[in-house]
């Protein structure tokens, strides 16, 4: 799963896609010119950005931004485990946030 985060427009926004995608997780920001200075912005509710240039998503924000898929009891499943997994890895942050790493992309279809 992934966050996306869309930078090309005044109003910055951030969905959740590939949600049943367990085996990573990962903020994707799409802007026109490479530029991610606005992501802490951006990601406010959903979390923060990390001196080393990483998100920091809070669980529960990821949860929330699944929709109707939080709410299937295998869906949560696989979400908490790979929240586990995370934990194990040492990327759990104590404010229950996960530490995902950021990439970015210039352009694409609006």
């Known amino acids: 799963m992934y966050v996306q985060v869309d930078l090309r427009s ?3 926004s ?3 896609l590939e949600a049943d995608d367990f085996r990573s997780l990962k903020v994707v920001v799409l802007s026109d010119d490479g530029n991610t200075e606005r992501l802490a912005q951006a990601l406010a509710g959903v979390g923060t950005v990390d001196v080393d240039g990483h998100a920091c998503l809070l669980v529960e924000a990821l949860r929330r931004l699944s929709g109707e898929r939080a709410a299937e009891p295998e869906w ?3 979400f908490d485990a790979m ?3 995370a934990r194990a ?3 759990l942050m104590a404010d229950t946030s ?3 790493h950021v990439e970015s992309q210039q352009g694409g279809p609006r």
């Open 10 to 12: 005044p109003a910055a």
């Open 14 to 16: 951030t969905v959740l």
């Open 76 to 78: 949560l499943a696989d």
């Open 83 to 85: 929240i586990d997994d």
């Open 89 to 91: 890895r040492g990327w």
């Open 98 to 100: 996960v530490r995902a």
